[in-house]
């Protein structure tokens, strides 16, 4: 039998990848053709403001680097390439120094900032579960790297 805790990472798992690859496949649509002689208006581009929490430093510090690497490269394209439905993600890297205390108080931070639509990491597990219901309590989307 599959231990519950490991059914539900590779939930988490397939819900990161879904979190990385939509945007990407919604990037990709067609762009408008400007109609000549008409000049469009300039707008104020928008922004999908993430909250990165990773662990840079501390007992796992090892762990986080890459997956800030990873989520960089990842917005970079998207963002290259028009964002996400025109939208530009920009995202709020914290180092929670492999701390409970401050992955929730990462958490609280970021999920009171009315701008920070959703949460990535950390990648250190007993971190990740430490904030888990914090996160719950706030309401806001929480992913695992």
Sequence with gaps: MIPRHMCRGKWLLVAALL???VPILAACGSKATPTPGVQASPTPQKILKIGVIQTLSGAGGVYGK??????TVTSDLINKAGGVL?????MDIQDDASD???????????????????????GYTLDFLAGSSVAAEASIPWIST
């Design 19 to 21: 979190v990385l690859t």
């Design 66 to 71: 890459p997956a800030v690497d990873a989520l």
């Design 86 to 90: 025109g939208a530009r993600i920009e």
């Design 100 to 122: 409970k205390t401050q992955t929730i108080a990462l958490i609280r931070k970021m999920a009171a900032d009315p701008n920070v639509i959703a949460i990535i990491g950390p």
